[in-house]
DNA sequence: CCAAAAGTGTTATGCTTACACCCATGC
DNA sequence: GCATGGGTGTAAGCATAACACTTTTGG
């Protein structure tokens, strides 16, 4: 920050305060996996170990602001899915001192998470996406905060028909399909498959087709509304 | 608290930090409406408009702790379902400063709610329970809170059957019937009802029934393990 | 015996599930 | 012409929704 005295300035208070992070659950689907964005730590606590992106909350900008700019920050992302995904709050979660973190799940599209560039943020080693399914050892709580996040995405993916916010904007039902069949983690019948998604209404073909080694099939996109159509429909959150 | 200097201690950091604080959105069912419990404020801002109880965390306490201190404190009840609903953190939320709140959501059973003792809090002029369909003007932003949680309570008894926790020990299916209907705010079909409900399980006759002006209607209480059960069921949250 | 709430079954409808074969293309 | 994934329909079972009358008690 321009402006600024070399020497710290600071902040008292009556009473001790917490400090507030936002921390983000960044799922894409590359390469056929279920895959989230971690960062390598550099320092202490749990140097060398594997944490979700995010970071302090600033005073003028509210939770989803925050989220947006981590977002911004860690990734370049912009025009991301995002929602609040739960608060955690124990006491011993962060061993340097009590930290509350609201976090928040992202949902990228493949076009989105190919073409962003990873910034760890400072006091990163690296930042890389992991297979859902075979993560390493996690920092802090993030363990569970993962576990929620993938319960979450589950039930989206169960109730609604937002899946193909994980895909490019043109995609085929069978791409779809297994976006579904990896994330709920069982395999699902072609034909009830295609019934469903198309009777939501929520797709439209392109006009295109996938050229590729057999059989080109047809592209669809979402259209423009879906996504406030499946979330008005009156479903929890 | 004993043992302190009159001089107020002094917390100093680096960097700003928000308050948090909890606060709880407290339902009961209380002569047959939906009701909500607020606080009148005594001070400013926002002075004689009401508001929802809660207040700030400690810095030992998880947030959980803080939701179950809290509605100790200023109710007295202790055995209450209780869950965390969404957390709000706009930077101008609070006038005095930045304030991001944890709400929760607590369903009170009629034995706890006519048990209790309500206690505002210090600068409380006032407090009392609110038909959920007749509110005062609400301090803060805690309308928009109150919004939210009424949507949650709503899904909740349209795919759980977790309506009985607003009800004393033993009920009647009539009695159930009617907070359903209250708090979706639309008839239902007593036979259906009926029998959807006592498909799930959770309910057992008690064996008792309850005499009154009329046809005894036989008593239900919720099976120990009938919350368990529901909340397994996957379903978000 | 009358008023008032408790209690009870059946039918029609739509949704979900299970299931197998032909089609279009590249090589 | 064959290998590969794309694409399609139907029947059975299940859950939901609509609907009206009898039962039991108190007064």
Partial sequence: MPNQQRQPAVYTYEYPRPSVTVDMVLFAYLENQLSVLLIQRGGEPFKGQWALPGGFVNMDESLDEAARRELQEETGAGNVYLEQLYTFGAPDRDPRGRVITVTYFALLSADEALRMTIHGGDDAHDARWWNMYDLPELAFDHGRILDYALQ??????????????????????????????????????????RRKILSTGVLEETGNRREGDHRPAKLYRFSA?????????RRFP
Avoid at 225 to 233: G, I, N, P, S
Wanted: glycine content about 2%; charged content about 30%; hydrophobic content about 45%.
């Fill in 225 to 233: 509304k879906a996504v406030e159509l499946e979330q008005a429909r």
């Fill in 152 to 193: 979450r995405l589950r039930w989206k993916l169960e109730w609604t028909a937002l899946g193909f916010l994980l895909l490019p904007q043109e995609f085929t039902l069978s791409e779809l399909q297994s976006v579904y069949e990896t994330v709920l983690n069982e395999p699902l019948d072609k034909r009830n498959f």
